[in-house]
């Protein structure tokens, strides 16, 4: 969770939503992939933290599937999220704070827990949620004085 952390930071720095993701082998305990929100500076909507991190893990790996990994984010999954980490078949999701408006996994559409859902990961969520959910806050009210002024 601190190297998503660090790469939350990353994409605060560059003037987006500070939310980091990393994919992890659990065997190896090897880091396959990083990424950070970069839907405005890629002009990308898609590019959420979780989604940039899937695909340079697959892209590294060479495969689509990312069966038996582990997705540790900095904030609850929206729903497109949750689609890709379920179409990737990642074994285990990690996330930091609760998104009580937008988060797809313990709120709004409880993504893994539909019928229609094909695969369902192991879910750990609240892992330094604290420290997540103050960069997120800082971020905005750092956004709202700056649009104040």
């Not at 898609?46 to 990312?66: C, D, F």
């Not at 999954?77 to 179409?87: L, R, T, V, Y």
């Not at 893994?112 to 604290?130: I, K, M, N, S, Y």
Request: hydrophobic share 45%; aromatic share 4%; glycine share 12%.
């Amino acid at each position: 969770m601190r190297i998503a952390l660090e790469a939350a930071q990353a994409a605060a720095d560059a003037g987006e939503t500070p939310v980091g993701a990393v994919v992890v082998d659990p065997a190896t305990g090897e880091v396959v992939a990083t990424g950070a929100n970069q839907p405005i500076g890629s002009h990308d909507p898609t590019a959420h933290a979780e989604i940039v991190a899937l695909r340079r893990a697959a892209e590294k790996l060479g495969n689509y599937r990312l069966t038996g990994l582990t997705l540790v984010v900095t904030l609850e999954p929206c729903a497109m999220c949750a689609g890709a980490i379920s179409h990737a078949r990642i074994g285990r999701l990690v996330f930091g704070a609760e998104d009580p408006k937008g988060g797809a996994i313990v709120h709004g559409p409880r993504f893994f827990d539909q019928p229609t859902c094909h695969w369902r990961p192991a879910v750990e969520g609240g892992v330094l949620a604290e420290e997540s959910s103050a960069m997120l806050k800082a971020f905005f009210r750092a956004r709202r004085k700056g649009a104040a002024g």
